[in-house]
């Protein structure tokens, strides 16, 4: 079977629609260009012109020492080391918590499960404004005020969008599976480790890369609770190099470019993945 008939398209089509892709792209791409644009330029070619022209974006010569010299000036590594831990430990403890609470929604039969999902999916529409002063009085009052804690440790009490996904997921999945398991004599443990959990990847994987770009971009969390600069996040370092470095735009372009890279190489290795997980969450 030929790729036109599996999918009802001719090679003209297909040409069109990935122009039309292609096209529709170019705004949402331009800022990115231009950020690398700009941290490859001097001042002068900065403000050489005011008009943003296609010649424009591609500046000659390059300036490459605007990279190194941004990285002098922000202690880029330190910030990559806090920024990391908090997201490995964000995503390890939102991923683990919400997949624990919806296989409870989704295959466990208890009184008041449609009652207490629909008051999870509720919380949803509360915004963290709202809670943003009695949280911040609480994780005071505990001391933990300065330090890590109030970042990481309510990533470990579930979120609720994370748990709507999987349990959407989940229930794609048949029970017959995990009927016969429990007649098996296996636990509800056991079922979710060994059974769920394996079948679950896209939609685990999907969870994961949302909670880690959220504490990558991050920056009002730290803003509000941290106090040391040794534990500056790089969102956090970012806004720093702005308050002292903000007239070298090149050097803050660069900044930002260096910001951002990591983001996009781990969309790119995660894509398969990532559209899987979306697609198949939403299929029930």
């Not at 470019?257 to 198949?280: R, V």
Request: glycine residues 6%; hydrophobic residues 50%.
């Amino acid at each position: 079977m030929t790729s036109e008939r599996r999918t009802g398209l001719t090679p003209m089509t297909k040409v069109a629609i990935y122009a039309a892709l292609i096209m529709l792209s170019i705004p949402a791409l331009l800022p990115l260009l231009w950020m690398v644009s700009t941290s490859l330029k001097t001042n002068t070619q900065i403000f050489g012109s005011g008009e943003l022209t296609v010649k424009s974006l591609f500046p000659a010569p390059l300036d490459t020492q605007n990279y190194p010299a941004a990285l002098h000036n922000m202690p880029f590594l330190l910030y990559l080391r806090n920024t990391l831990l908090l997201c490995i430990t964000t995503v390890i403890g939102a991923v683990v918590s919400s997949a624990v609470v919806a296989y409870g929604f989704s295959k466990i039969e208890f009184p008041g499960r449609g009652a207490l999902f629909g008051i999870m999916i509720a919380t949803m529409a509360l915004p963290g404004q709202v809670t943003m002063i009695p949280v911040f009085s609480l994780f005071r009052s505990l001391g933990w005020y300065g330090s890590y804690l109030p970042l990481i440790v309510p990533a470990f009490t579930a979120s609720a969008y994370y748990v709507f996904l999987l349990t959407q997921f989940f229930r794609t999945l048949p029970d017959e599976m995990s009927e016969a398991a429990r007649v098996d004599g296996a636990t509800e443990w056991t079922i979710f480790l060994r059974l769920v959990l394996p079948l679950s990847k896209p939609a685990l994987a999907t969870c994961a890369l949302f909670q880690f770009i959220g504490t990558w971009n991050d920056f009002l969390g730290p803003l509000l609770y941290l106090n040391d600069p040794a534990k500056y996040t790089l969102a956090y370092g970012l806004q720093q190099f702005v308050s002292h470095y903000g007239g070298f735009f090149a050097q803050l372009m660069a900044a930002s470019t260096i910001f951002t890279i990591p983001i996009i190489i781990l969309f790119f290795f995660a894509q398969k993945t990532f559209i899987q997980g979306i697609s198949t969450t939403g299929s029930k």
